[in-house]
């Protein structure tokens, strides 16, 4: 079975680009609230090895970067899984923070002879989000420049819809969330016929993001409900689980406690089965979130009390410390 996951920054470099400390926190935080989803490049009939490679590349990343720089030690036999396999790499490198290689990769790819158009929308996509936060550095223009070019032109073949959508969610990156609500929507009306489950899963979990950071809750949650019957369809467990997540976060954004409750609860139990995620410590929050919201201040106490604290989920350090706090008052004075 093939799962998606989500993304979490561990460690921040500094690389020679100078990005700075803050704007790598920013990237962290990003993530953390986006939930973005890997793909499945290349879709050919696997053998067990290459299943197993697969899995590892959508779940755990650490073990994908592992696997992926053996095999092309050992020089893969085509280009198509030469290239399958850099794409991997590109993306454990960035899923695990380690930018300063994944510059160094680029940088090989880039400059190759007849480099496949998927491969280099990915690179450009990756160069464009390492850049975040220098809105008028001219080679992130360049990128992004260069991105919108080869996306329209794979858009119009249909190849590889997983880079399209990588593309159009880049635009969550930039603030742009508008142009993303139009390019998803752009693919799945070019989809729409498609019979695989897992791309309509990803088209729809993707606009649910972004149609829950433009506030449009409704609409957000029409997508997640699609993501989630697709996800189950396809077998993609971590999807399901992302767009439990965040299908509950529009109703608490609702201000209909109860219901988000319920939906967090029945949650705990499957978010530790996400490799590389902060999805267990998130919900936590939520739940501690919600039961101060409703006066239920040993529930909140219970549930913020199993927030671990460490260096994936920090930036919401401050935020537990205040929730604990008025919890603590209350329960003081009761």
Not at 219 to 244: C, D, F, P
Not at 313 to 320: A, I
């Amino acid at each position: 079975m093939i799962a998606v996951s989500v993304l979490v920054i561990r460690s921040v470099l500094v690389m020679k680009y100078k990005v700075s400390q803050h704007k790598m926190t920013f990237i962290r935080r990003l993530k953390i609230l986006v939930l973005e989803i890997i793909p499945i490049i290349f879709f050919v009939t696997p053998s067990l090895a290459q299943a197993q490679l697969d899995e590892f590349c959508v779940n755990d990343y650490s073990n994908c970067l592992r696997l992926v720089e053996q095999k092309l030690a050992e020089q893969p036999k085509s280009k198509i899984e030469f290239y399958k396999l850099k794409m991997y790499q590109l993306d454990s490198l960035y899923y695990l923070g380690k930018y300063q290689q994944l510059d160094i990769e680029m940088g090989k790819l880039i400059n190759a002879s007849r480099l496949p158009k998927v491969v280099e929308l990915k690179i450009h996509i990756y160069s464009a989000k390492l850049k975040i936060g220098q809105k008028d550095d001219p080679e992130r223009k360049a990128h992004l420049a260069k991105a919108q070019l080869i996306f329209q032109a794979l858009l119009k073949t249909g190849d590889d819809p997983n880079t399209l959508i990588d593309y159009a969610n880049l635009h969550i990156y930039l603030g742009q969330y508008t142009e993303g609500i139009r390019l998803l929507k752009q693919l799945e009306r070019k989809f729409s016929d498609h019979k695989n489950a897992n791309i309509i899963a990803k088209v729809a979990i993707n606009l649910g993001n972004l149609y829950l950071l433009t506030g449009d809750l409704v609409k957000a949650q029409t997508q997640y409900l699609v993501a989630m019957e697709h996800s189950r369809k396809a077998g993609l467990i971590n999807v399901n689980i992302i767009a439990n997540y965040n299908y509950g976060r529009t109703f608490q954004k609702l201000e209909q406690n109860s219901k988000a409750i319920a939906i967090f609860l029945e949650l705990i139990p499957r978010a530790s089965e996400l490799v590389d995620s902060n999805i267990d410590e998130l919900t936590y929050y939520r739940l501690g979130q919600l039961y101060v919201a409703e006066k239920n201040w040993t529930l909140a106490k219970l549930y913020l009390e199993k927030v671990d604290i460490n260096d994936k989920f920090d930036s919401y350090e401050e935020r537990v410390d205040a929730l604990m706090a008025i919890i603590n008052k209350n329960l003081k004075g009761s």
